[in-house]
């Protein structure tokens, strides 16, 4: 039986070494890297590139991308785009290759490379994800990006809710996974309420955002799967 | 307000460096390392001196201690006491010094020798360390021993279980104690049948070692507390 398991953090990736390169790692940054990524592609972007830091986000938009740099929720100076998924859909991104940090997902996301599949997942394509992994052969690993090194309950909650969703089909080997799945199952009938007394989303109310709180946590928006195909993003149809 | 804060591994210590010489951390391996110690000093053990091998623990047999060493939930040959907590209900143990060194638990508590105090916490023992706190003005870290860097279940319910009776005189800053509390909500109404699926559960269960399951999650039955005076744990009464 194949196996799902649940990074809660980056800072635990070093658990999963050895698996990691016979597994499909499947990141999640709920608010909001992740939620934007997906949004962005069910509206036509050609690619992102994630890259860790801001210096290297810049010297990509003197390349000719759209950059968008974020760092503790909030827009860094002189970048296109936010890291509002509601900055997304706008039809002058349609083929366009956007550049993004921001500071949890993407680094999520370059520290995965090893792994056989990297997807991006989140609420919003979450049964894509799911019919996707169903038809494949391979160990899955959830990596939650945190913040900042630290678990967070959105991300646990994605894992929790993917896991609900293929529990019948893999084995969930370690208390992490365990975790998630109950956490998921207490808080379904109310996301909304049951973050309402996380830290992120109170650092995000901090900045009004709660109309990006709201739209993260729907599920099964859109189909498509972001995919890391070299050092870029693309678009995976399911 | 004094702030309570959950470590789920020692694998993430290093988030918490810059906070843990301000703070009390208490540290839990429920199953079995820190329900023995306290069993050991409610029956009259003088000192149990943790150590982070096999061969320091060899050493200090050599020098007259009564010797526990604990690898991947079994006891190592040649040495005086297991990791059961029934072993630890002897009179021939009374005014004994112990060294131990077991898979998770004390390597625990040698990483948290920077904070103010490092008290050893368990169902066992959870009012006492309730009480305690409850007159101390320190900020309180719980760290979870978990099993090899994961996080564990067990040791997140002891955490939820700790920072229920304390909520009302502490904050909880960030999504690991909030965890912690709602899957201790989840489950405080019956803990084996909770814990029952989780990982370390299902290895005890492979070395029949289901009655100290059942002991260890016992809550209030000794008063004592082990803390941590130069490399010693020694009993504190509360």
């Known amino acids: 039986m194949k196996t799902i398991d649940v990074c809660l953090t980056p800072d635990l990736l070093h658990l999963h070494t050895d698996s990691l390169e016979n597994s499909i790692v499947v990141v999640a940054d709920v608010f909001r ?14 690619s992102i590139t994630p ?41 002058r991104l349609i083929g366009a290759n956007i550049a993004m940090t921001t500071t949890n997902g993407t680094y999520a996301i370059t520290r995965s490379r090893n792994a056989v599949k990297v997807l991006v997942g989140s609420f919003l394509n979450l049964e894509a994800v799911v019919r996707f992994l169903q038809g494949e052969r391979y160990d899955v690993l959830i990596l939650c990006a945190g913040w900042k090194g630290r678990v967070n309950l959105e991300d646990t909650l994605f894992a929790g809710a993917l896991i609900e969703r293929l529990k019948d089909e893999y084995m969930v080997p370690e208390d ?48 498509v799967i972001p995919v890391l195909r070299g050092s870029a993003l693309v678009s995976m149809e399911v």
Chains 1, 2 share one sequence.
């Open 33 to 46: 890297a992740t939620s934007c990524m997906v949004t962005a592609f069910a509206h036509g972007v050609n």
């Open 176 to 223: 992490s996974g365990l975790m998630a799945l109950r956490l998921y199952a207490q808080a379904k009938n109310d996301l909304p309420a049951y973050l309402a007394p996380s830290s992120h989303v109170r650092r995000l109310h901090r900045l009004s955002i709660h109309k990006d709180i709201i739209y993260c946590l729907q599920h099964d928006l859109y189909d």
């Open 51 to 91: 890259v860790a830091t801001v210096e290297e986000c810049s010297q990509l938009q003197g390349r000719g991308y759209l950059a968008a740099a974020e760092r503790n929720a909030k827009k860094v100076d002189g970048f296109d785009l936010d890291n509002s998924p509601f900055s997304y859909m706008d039809e």
